[in-house]
């Protein structure tokens, strides 16, 4: 089975569950976003305890429900990589906002100083106009 299209496109927000500092557990839901052979994708921020989280450890284990019935419910456990686009990193303002598709970059916040079409692997930064 494809168990990355699954949690993409019939389940998409998952209970993802990890540990604090102390190995206690802990759980949180999220939105995955995309999936291809490298892995699953979902947004996090760095203030966020899921990405501190993911950070000191990198493991977490998923579980989506499809329905009513748990029993149709799909568990995975993976060693994952906390990966930051090379287009947020460049970004003075952090102005990229991710949770939009595709992402747009929030002009009010913009310095218009083309880090992130400089840096851009995809191409997908453009100036308009």
């Given at each position: 089975m494809d168990y990355g299209n699954i949690m993409v496109d019939r389940?998409?927000?998952?209970?993802?569950?990890?540990?604090?500092?102390?190995?206690?557990?802990?759980?949180?839901?999220?939105?995955?976003?995309?999936?291809?052979?490298?892995?699953?994708?979902?947004l996090t921020a760095k203030g966020k305890g899921l990405y501190h989280r993911l950070k000191s450890r990198s493991y977490m284990a998923f579980t989506g429900?499809?329905?009513?019935?748990?029993?149709?419910?799909?568990?995975?456990?993976?060693?994952?990589?906390?990966?930051?686009?090379?287009?947020?990193?460049?970004?003075p303002q952090r102005c990229i906002d991710f949770s939009a598709r595709p992402a747009v970059i929030r002009q009010e916040h913009c310095l218009r100083c083309g880090n992130c079409q400089a840096v851009c692997q995809q191409g997908a930064v453009f100036r308009e106009g």
């Open positions: 389940l998409h927000t998952v209970v993802a569950a990890t540990t604090d500092d102390e190995g206690l557990p802990v759980t949180c839901a999220i939105d995955i976003m995309d999936s291809d052979a490298g892995g699953l994708y979902f429900v499809n329905g009513r019935d748990t029993l149709s419910s799909v568990a995975v456990s993976a060693r994952g990589k906390v990966r930051e686009r090379a287009c947020e990193a460049a970004c």
